[in-house]
Nanobody, 121 residues
């Protein structure tokens, strides 16, 4: 069964940077668009960055210009470079392959554990 393993989260001060990684198992990675989602306490899970199999990217307005999504198909790894972090970026971050629209949380496989990002003010 394909699963996703997210890593790279941590505690940083506002203005700091983190790079998240996602290593899907199996062979689906190269064929699908991949996304980074986040969920803060009391909030719905939201898609914040998307990259297609061809490398085109799209971002939520809240992270545009600060976050960069990338993929290394040779390494089967998805990345999210997060710069200029703000306290409102605090959330658990997940990766998955979206199967619905931007506002949907329909995804290809079961959610992983995610990685916690905490930004202090």
């Amino acid at each position: 069964q394909v699963q996703f393993v997210e890593s790279g989260g941590g505690l940083v001060h506002a203005g700091g940077s983190l790079r998240l990684s996602c290593a899907p198992s199996g062979s689906i990675f190269r064929a699908y668009a991949m996304g980074w989602y986040r969920q803060a306490p009391g909030n719905k899970r939201e898609l914040v960055a998307l990259i297609t199999s061809g490398g085109s990217t799209n971002y939520a307005d809240s992270v545009k210009g600060r976050f960069t999504i990338s993929r290394d198909n040779a390494k089967n790894t998805l990345y999210l470079q997060m710069n200029s972090l703000k306290p409102e970026d605090t959330a658990v971050y997940y990766c998955n392959a979206p199967t619905g629209g931007w506002d949907s949380t329909l995804v290809l496989v079961s959610w992983g554990q995610g990685t916690q990002v905490t930004v202090s003010s």
